[in-house]
């Protein structure tokens, strides 16, 4: 699901690049949108990055729950062979 959508954000990114390169310098109104979708994008995009940046956390934080677990069970082991 979240590569459809990532998908999707760089195909609009590639359209806004192309509609970049055609529009001309002097006109206003077709700049004017371009800065607008622009800024648009630039706002979905910054939301998906805060997103991956808390499941990157997430992901951390049980990365970090597991080892501590692991070590745990580790010592109970090593204290029931008597070491």
Not at 12 to 29: F, G, H, I, Y
């Amino acid at each position: 699901m979240m590569t459809a959508k990532n998908d999707r954000l760089l195909v609009r990114l590639r359209r806004l690049k192309a509609m970049a390169a055609s529009v001309q310098p002097n006109d206003r109104a077709q700049l004017t949108a371009l800065l607008d979708d622009v800024e648009t994008l630039r706002g979905e995009l910054m939301r998906e990055c805060a997103r991956l940046d808390q499941e990157l956390n997430r992901a951390t934080v049980r990365v970090m729950a597991i080892t501590a677990y692991g070590r745990s069970a580790q010592s109970v082991r090593a204290l029931r062979r008597g070491h």
